[in-house]
Structure formats: structure tokens, C-alpha cells
């Protein structure tokens, strides 16, 4: 390996977002090499065994070390402002690498009520399984964090906003509250990113990224990551990862490490649109009411402002007209089916626009009971807004909407 020239200290999030990495190759090339190596070969006996025993670094198998997947690792580490990061497969692999490394029987975790709902089937459902009691609480109330908290409790875990109301929670309350009672605070910070939110400043532990969404951007590859301390990803999550093998692929690696370096102007033009689209239907007559932290009709707008960096994200929601279940389900429907142009898919984080029912598709396994209980009503529409000129996004949906 010819070494990099040294990064000067300092630098800004869209200057490490296109910049730090592992060392380039002896051939030098710009633009990061994509390792497609499953092993990787040893000088010599005594070397391998050093490497092996862990007392040299050095590439060994790609189960947990590949030069591709350290620069993707490296480089979210450098954006989120923490010391280490380790990838894993997608983002629920690395909520699951979370919890391995975390947790054993009989200890506690707090955890909202509004997070992603195949965390919420992992924790109660697979680590309850093993002896490991989640209470579930509000997203807002921290009250009720409080509470919950017991003297098992190993470990806080929120998301901020939420998908698909948007709600916001304070992370520094909730670090500090994780922290007085000796656990630690994770923060899926998927809706954000680091370049909007970063939640180790406000005192987070760790921060757990699916890559899928808007790191790699453009909606090519699943990816998954946690952000933390150097100790903890030694320690707590290379061990969990070297034996159980939730490994990211250096290919999806490589696409996650390319999605990044467009993550700064991505998310700042993605947040533009959403909010001049939330505006537009906020004053729209066949909308009811819309969920967007960057108007200031959202119960937790000055917070998410000043946690966000003043942006709102680029997901958006809004409930449409309707009369009770049946009426507000035909009408979601007529709006989404009228579009030509958004993507209908119950992914976010792509350049291209993507609408979506969640009642019928994100949380569509709740009952209809627990659906209301979360807000999640029939005539709810999530938007995740991409990059297409606001015109044409303003005309595709009013399409719809001209109908009700
Ligand atoms: C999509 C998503 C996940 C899971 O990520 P995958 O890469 O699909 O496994 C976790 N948290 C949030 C907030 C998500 O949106």
C-alpha cells in the first residue's frame, strides 16, 4: 500500500464525506478501489498469527475485515463525528448486532412505542425470546421514559422523526436520563443522517444507520451500520460480528461509501422540496392536516429545528379528506393511484420520489385498533420526497388530490 497523504484535521462534513477512506492502493487510484477479495493473503506464518490473535492490524477474511467495507465504516464515522463504526448487512442486521453485543438474559431495554416497526418485531418478539424484556413508551413523553426505567435497564433505544408522523424526540434528555440510570442511548438516526442530525454531540452512545435509505441515496443496495466508540465496537460489536457474520458485502459497502459523498447536497435539496411541499399541501383544500417537523404547525417544531440543524428531513405525511375508515382508504388511494410520476414503494431515501399508504403497507400487520392507537390512520400518505423539480411533484399529487 503507497500511503494517503494524511487528512489535515478539522475538516468539515462534505470534505470527509468525499475524502476519508483507507489508504489508496500502490496504483494510486481517486476514486476508492472496490475489493472483491473474499480472503486476503498473509506474508508469512508468524505475521498470520499475529493477525490472527488480533496484536497486528492487517486484512485477514471478509467476514469482519475488507479494505472497501473499513473505508465505508471509516468515512460514517468521520460524518457522524465518532470514533469507529462497523457495517453490517442492512440496517435491521445491525440492530440485531447491536442488541448481540449489548445484551444478555434478563436485561432491560426502553424503547418508543413509534420506531420502525421490525425493531419493535426484534426486540419484543426474537430478544424476548431470550429473556430480554423491552417496555415500550411514547416518543415524545419523557415522562414515561422515566418511568419505564428499571434496574435491569442496559439500554435506551430511539429513532427521531419517526416514520411515518414524524415525531420527534429530545436526544439529550434522553442521554441524560440513560446515563444517570447507567445505560446506554442508541439513536437509529435513518431519517436525518449525519448531515442534519448527529446525535453523539447531544450525548448519544451509539448510532444506527440503515444504509439502505439515504446513505446510499439512490435506492440500489441494503446496508446497515452502527456508529460508536472505538471500545465498544471492539469489544461489544467485532466479536458479535466475527462469530454470527451479519457481514455488508464490499460491493454494497462501495455503493454506501460512493452514495455518501452526495450526502451533504442531497440532503439539504431533499429537505428544500419537502418543505415547499408540505407548505403547498398544508394550504391545500383537500388536505387535512400534514406531518412535517419543518412547519411550524408540528407539535415539536423548535426542537427538531434546533436538533436537525434546521431542517425538517424529506419525508413528509399528510391525511387527505375523508369520512372514517372506508372513505379515507378510497381516497389515499385515488390520490396515490393518480400519480405518474412518484414511485409507489414503501421505500424512502432515493432521488426519486416515493408515496406510499402505510396503513396498507408499512404497518399494515397492526390491527386497525392499534393502528389508531399510533395515529396511523386510512387516508394518511407518506411522501418521501427525491429530487425532481417541486413543479412537477405539486402537479403529480394534485392530480389526485383535484379529484376528492
Ligand atoms: C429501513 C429502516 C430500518 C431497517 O433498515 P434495512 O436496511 O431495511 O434493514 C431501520 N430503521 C429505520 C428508521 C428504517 O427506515
Known sequence: MSRSKPLPEGLHLDTLAVRAAVD??????????????????????????????????????????NPTVASMEKRLAALEGMESCIAAASGMGAILLLCMGLLKAGDHVVCSRSVFGSTI?????????????????????IGEW??????????????????????????????????????????????????LQQPVKLGADIVVHSGTKYLDGQG?????????SQSLVKEKFIPVM????????????????????TLGIRMEAQSLRALEL????????????????????????????AQQ??????????????????????????????TQLLS???????????????????????????RLEAGIRQNLIRVAVGLEHLDDLKADLARGLDLL
Open 309 to 338: 440543524s434546521g431542517r425538517g428531513g424529506a419525508v413528509l405525511s399528510f391525511d387527505v379528506k375523508g369520512q372514517g375508515a372506508d372513505e379515507g382508504r378510497r381516497n389515499a388511494f385515488r390520490v396515490i393511484d393518480a
Open 121 to 141: 418485531k426484534l426486540l419484543a418478539g426474537e430478544f424476548g425470546k431470550f429473556g430480554v424484556q423491552t417496555s415500550f413508551v411514547s416518543q415524545t413523553d
Open 146 to 195: 422515566k418511568a419505564a426505567i428499571r434496574p435491569g435497564t442496559r439500554l435506551l433505544f430511539a429513532e427521531t422523526p419517526t416514520n411515518p408522523l414524524t415525531e420527534v424526540c429530545d436526544i439529550r434528555a434522553l442521554a441524560d436520563l440513560a446515563h444517570e440510570a447507567g445505560a446506554l442511548l442508541a439513536v437509529d438516526n435513518c431519517f436525518c443522517t449525519p448531515a
Open 24 to 65: 489508496k492502493s500502490q496504483y494510486g487510484e481517486n476514486s476508492e478501489a472496490l475489493y472483491l477479495s473474499s480472503s486476503f493473503t498473509q506474508p508469512d506464518s508468524e505475521t498470520s498469527a499475529r493477525r490472527f490473535a488480533g496484536e497486528e492490524e492487517g486484512y485477514i477474511y471478509s467476514r469482519f475485515t
Open 220 to 228: 440500489r443496495v441494503i446496508a446497515g451500520a452502527l456508529c460508536a
Open 242 to 261: 466475527r462469530s454470527a457474520g451479519i457481514t455488508l458485502s464490499p460491493f454494497n459497502a462501495w455503493v454506501v461509501l460512493k452514495g455518501l459523498e
Open 278 to 305: 408540505a407548505r403547498w399541501l398544508e394550504a391545500h383544500p383537500k388536505v387535512e392536516r400534514v406531518y412535517y417537523p419543518g412547519l411550524a404547525s408540528h407539535p415539536q417544531h423548535g426542537l427538531a429545528m
Open 344 to 370: 409507489i414503494t414503501a421505500n424512502l431515501g432515493d432521488v426519486k420520489s416515493i408515496i406510499t399508504q402505510p396503513a396498507s403497507t408499512s404497518h399494515g400487520r397492526l390491527t386497525e385498533q392499534q
